[in-house]
């Protein structure tokens, strides 16, 4: 069995896995704090980086620090640990979101494949046009299982309910264009006012048919404002969601959507994430849709073949990382 030690460059390594995990508007809303006696890494919430209007009540913000979580994971389990999780270990202190333990590889666990630690260098969302070209069923079939094995659910709507997702995502699209505070914080943490930006190759074209609903990073989407290109006519969409809609759950629901934007990197697969229509209330309970079993959506994945994305800015390590590094070597 391998001894819990931790030099400076693994940690390094560590904790730049976990902020390679998205986050909504790219905020990366976390900060990790070494435990060198447990050995553990607290993983604890950026609340100056949370979204006041567009997330009041951090609800994305948790989705995000349970996809870094996961990186965290596969991160330690790839460099020969076990991870021990805890999600909100204290009650006395709710930034406090999760604790993630080194344990001796030995002890029994969910193995990692290495396929899944390779895709985090690789996943990068992809706003662009994909390819007609179906995602196979067995795929469909194992991105369902990785989900269902973090808590949440999977599914992947047939293409008459697909429109209907879409049309609240652009109503989410449109209500936030109108709305002048949450367009100033969408343009805020589109540019360097959020200090790390997104470069406009980052965010895509418009889609000339109008069907996907892009979202706007520059409150400038307009006819003629930015390029636009023809995107897939029968896109791909998978509903994440999970039973129950507490804190817990939403962390949960942030490791399952990594595992499978992880799986579907390791697939060749691109993924986009539409989430305009889950910040408000009234869309966020339409697009359950009547008639199906009551499970709360999380996120809209939209999957396919095509483009890689450019890569978003990411904090360094030692910018997230408080307290003293263990030492090198």
Do not use: C
């Amino acid at each position: 069995m391998r001894t819990a030690t931790l030099n400076a460059a693994t940690l390094e390594t560590l904790v730049s896995a976990a902020v390679a995990a998205p986050s909504i508007h790219n905020t990366q809303p976390w900060h990790y704090r070494l435990d060198p006696y447990a050995p553990a890494l607290a993983v604890r919430a950026a609340t100056e980086r949370g979204l006041r209007h567009a997330d009041p009540e951090g609800r994305a913000l948790l989705v995000s620090v349970g996809a870094a979580v996961l990186n965290l994971r596969v991160a330690i389990a790839r460099h020969g640990w076990h991870p021990v999780v805890r999600l909100l270990p204290s009650p006395e202190d709710p930034a406090l979101l999760a604790t993630v333990r080194l344990a001796e590889a030995g002890r029994i666990g969910r193995p990692h494949r290495k396929e899944l630690y390779e895709a985090i260098w690789h996943r990068h969302s992809s706003r662009f046009p994909f390819t007609e070209h179906p995602v196979p069923e067995d795929v469909r079939a194992e991105l369902n299982e990785v989900a269902h094995s973090e808590g949440a659910g999977l599914r992947f709507p047939t293409s008459q309910e697909v429109s209907r997702l879409l049309a609240h995502t652009a109503e989410g699209e449109r209500r936030d264009s109108q709305d002048a505070d949450r367009r100033a914080e969408t343009r805020y943490w589109g540019s360097s006012g959020g200090r790390l930006g997104l470069a406009s190759a980052v965010l895509g074209p418009q889609d000339a048919r109008g069907h996907v609903p892009v979202r706007d990073f520059t409150g400038a989407r307009r006819p003629g404002a930015l390029p636009s290109r023809a995107f897939e006519r029968h896109p791909t969409l998978a509903v994440l969601s999970t039973q129950h809609d507490r804190r817990v759950d939403w962390l949960r629901a942030g490791q399952a959507l990594e595992h499978v934007l992880l799986l579907a990197t390791a697939h060749r697969l691109r993924a986009s994430l539409l989430h305009q229509g889950l910040e408000w209330p009234d869309l966020r309970r339409a697009l359950g849709g009547a008639g199906l079993p009551a499970r709360h959506v999380q996120m809209l994945i939209r999957l396919g073949y095509g483009p890689p994305g450019p890569v978003s800015p990411r904090l360094t390590a030692d910018t997230v990382l408080d307290g003293e590094a263990p030492e090198a070597g």
